[in-house]
């Protein structure tokens, strides 16, 4: 099985901060990958797949980047509705397997 | 608007079963891969299961194989997962989900775009 290692686990940053979230996998992975944001309650939203493709109707300010085994989820000016829980997920190979989860917090 | 709606969840003795349903609404699930995801108490998401569009491939989780069985019927657009011999460390909460192909030809990659609300599903003696 693949494992997905997402650092930090927690972060936290102030409204207007840029924020960078890493993604490694164990084995490659071309660019199988999707990020989603969770909000507590909440079903999890895709942001981006294809390690950098935008899901239609997400904000601009968010972006992905990466192939192979290291993977980035950056925010360029963090707003309060940012403020989540965010997930990475490889879907190269079954199972398919999340990162264990990075929650931004407000500083 | 598309959406999909779980249900069946409950509370369940460790070793009983629970069929779980997802229901479509807002577009036809024929020609969609479909999957489940869950997420026990305060932890992460674990992804569980798949099935194509035509149901002949189906894809599980090391620890449901053999216990689980995913399955949809197209005519009535909804998506199960029978669950058999349930564990106290199955308790949570599960989701279905709507995959959209990527790659090329034969070279299919899945990702999961539309995520319903969840049923929760609580096993405990």
């Known amino acids: 099985d693949i494992q997905m290692t997402q650092s930090p686990s927690i972060l936290s940053a102030s409204v207007g901060g840029r924020v960078t979230i890493t993604c490694r996998a164990s084995h490659s992975i071309s660019r199988w990958l999707a990020w989603y944001q ?4 909440k079903a999890p939203k895709l942001l981006i797949y ?3 493709i ?4 997400v904000p601009s300010r968010f972006s992905g980047g990466g192939s192979g085994t290291e993977f980035t989820l950056t925010i360029s000016s963090l707003q309060p ?8 997920q490889q879907y190269n190979s079954y199972p398919w397997t999340f990162g264990q989860g990075t929650k931004v917090e407000i500083k | 608007e598309v959406q999909l709606v ?3 969840g409950g509370l369940v003795q460790p070793g009983g079963s629970l069929r779980l349903s997802c229901a479509a609404s807002g577009f036809t699930i024929i020609g969609y891969s479909m999957n489940w995801v869950r997420q026990a108490p305060g932890k992460g998401l674990e992804w569980v299961s798949y099935i194509s569009s035509n149901s002949e491939i189906t894809h599980y989780a090391d620890s449901e194989k053999g216990r689980f069985t995913i399955s ?3 005519d009535k657009n909804s998506l199960y997962l029978q669950m058999n011999s349930l564990r106290d460390t199955d308790t949570a909460v599960y989701y279905c989900a709507r995959a959209l192909p990527s790659g090329r030809f034969l070279e299919w990659y899945y990702y999961m775009d539309v995520w319903g609300k969840g049923t929760t599903v609580t ?3």
Do not use: H
């Open chain 1, 38 to 41: 969770q909000k507590a309650g």
């Open chain 1, 50 to 52: 294809d390690a950098s």
């Open chain 1, 54 to 57: 935008l899901e239609s109707g």
């Open chain 1, 81 to 88: 509705d940012d403020f989540a829980t965010y997930y990475c």
């Open chain 2, 6 to 8: 779980e249900s069946g």
């Open chain 2, 72 to 74: 949809r019927d197209n």
């Open chain 2, 123 to 125: 096993v405990s003696s």
